[in-house]
């Protein structure tokens, strides 16, 4: 059970940024499992890429990441390619932002 819950909240921390990044910039599609579908894809492009690709540091890694994520947005959430570039910084924004507020809020305890 504790699995289940456990893994409710790494979903839900993950697709929820995404979903208001998308809403934000105007995607057509922003449903809760297409965004997690662009996620899975998106990782996936990542990987094969980075598969490609020995001996990346992770600066360069970093700046790959965000054209290829942008690619798996553009292709399952409806939108062009600039836009996909705005909604994987804004969610990552997001997420940072959630991060530290969580974490300002557990250590408050």
Same mark, same amino acid.
């Given at each position: 059970?504790?699995?289940?819950?456990l893994?409710?909240?790494?979903?839900? $921390?993950?697709?929820?940024?995404?979903?208001?990044?998308?809403a934000?910039m105007?995607?057509?599609?922003?449903?809760?499992f297409?965004?997690?579908?662009?996620?899975?894809?998106? $990782?996936?492009?990542?990987? $094969? $890429?980075? @598969?490609?690709?020995?001996?990346? @540091?992770?600066?360069?890694?970093f700046?790959?990441?965000?054209?290829?994520?942008?690619v798996?947005?553009?292709?399952?959430?409806?939108?062009?390619?600039l836009?996909?570039?705005?909604?994987?910084?804004?969610?990552?924004?997001?997420?940072?932002?959630?991060?530290?507020?969580?974490?300002s809020?557990?250590?408050?305890?």
């Amino acid at each position: 059970m504790e699995f289940i819950i456990l893994l409710i909240i790494v979903v839900a $921390v993950l697709v929820l940024p995404l979903k208001m990044a998308a809403a934000m910039m105007g995607a057509r599609n922003t449903g809760a499992f297409y965004c997690l579908f662009a996620l899975l894809l998106a $990782v996936i492009i990542q990987r $094969v $890429v980075g @598969s490609m690709i020995p001996g990346v @540091s992770e600066e360069l890694g970093f700046l790959l990441s965000i054209p290829l994520a942008a690619v798996a947005y553009m292709l399952v959430l409806g939108t062009g390619f600039l836009k996909g570039i705005l909604i994987a910084l804004v969610q990552g924004l997001i997420t940072v932002g959630a991060f530290l507020l969580l974490g300002s809020a557990l250590a408050a305890i």
